[in-house]
Nanobody, 113 residues
Framework: QVQVAESGGGLVQPGESLRLSCAAS??????MAWHRQAPGKQREVVVS???????NYADSVKGRFSIFRDNAKNTVYLQMNSLKQEDTAVYYC?????????WGQGTQVTVSS
């Protein structure tokens, strides 16, 4: 059984940092993406990683967010720096395998002063 779980969300002030984790079981994290959905808005891609390991960041987070992995833990991290109020959203991890894609339940990130 495949399980994907995000963690690390919370409430921070503008300019602060936060690190989200995406851990998976039953599937190796290779091709994956972080998505987010703000209240009243459509879900959007924050960053994606293709099969060759190439990353593609949304323009709104370039230079502030970065992704890295711990293969031993089958975990991918999203490091978010210089957070802005507009980064407030539920963040989701999505992992692909040959059998399809799997989503986590999401973790809330709130940026507010």
């Amino acid at each position: 059984q495949v399980q994907v779980a995000e963690s690390g969300g919370g409430l921070v002030q503008p300019g602060e940092s936060l690190r989200l984790s995406c851990a998976a079981s039953g599937v190796s994290i290779n091709v994956m993406a972080w998505h987010r959905q703000a209240p009243g808005k459509q879900r959007e891609v924050v960053v994606s990683v293709n099969s060759g390991g190439r990353t593609n960041y949304a323009d709104s987070v370039k230079g502030r967010f970065s992704i890295f992995r711990d293969n031993a833990k089958n975990t991918v991290y999203l490091q978010m720096n210089s957070l802005k109020q507009e980064d407030t959203a539920v963040y989701y991890c999505r992992v692909w395998s040959i059998n399809g894609d799997y989503w986590g339940q999401g973790t809330q990130v709130t940026v507010s002063s």
